[in-house]
C-alpha cells in the first residue's frame, strides 16, 4: 500500500513539472512570435488564460498571441500597429464616432 502511495506521489510531482515546463515553453513561442511579427491588425478576441484574471491573451487573425496584465484593460477591435523584431507596439481605438484614434504606446520587454 505504502508502494502505491509513494508512485502516486511520484507520478503527480512528475505531472506538475511536465504542466509548468508546457505553459513556459508555450508562452515563450507566442512572446517570440509575437516579438518577430510586424502587426498591423486588430484584436479579434480578449480570452481569459490559465493565470485566473491576472492576465489576458489577445488574439489576432494571423494566430498572433499577445499576453497582457489584468491592468492593461485593451478590448476586441483595437487596432495594433508593430514593427518587427521589437515588443514595442502603439494602441488605436475607435471613438464615439467610429473612426480610430490613438490610445496608448506599450513596451512589453
Do not use: H
Amino acid at each position: 500500500m505504502r508502494n502505491i502511495k509513494n508512485t502516486a506521489v511520484i507520478f503527480f510531482v512528475l505531472f506538475m513539472i511536465g504542466l509548468i515546463i508546457f505553459c513556459e515553453r508555450k508562452s515563450y513561442r507566442e512572446r517570440t512570435t509575437f516579438r518577430k511579427e510586424a502587426i498591423n491588425s486588430y484584436i479579434i478576441q480578449k480570452r481569459s488564460n490559465w493565470t485566473g484574471g491576472r492576465s489576458y491573451d489577445y488574439l489576432f487573425p494571423n494566430n498572433i498571441v499577445l499576453t497582457l496584465p489584468n491592468n492593461q484593460n485593451l478590448v476586441e477591435g483595437d487596432s495594433i500597429s508593430k514593427k518587427s523584431n521589437t515588443y514595442r507596439f502603439s494602441v488605436y481605438r475607435k471613438d464615439a464616432v467610429g473612426k480610430y484614434r490613438f490610445y496608448k504606446d506599450f513596451d512589453i520587454q
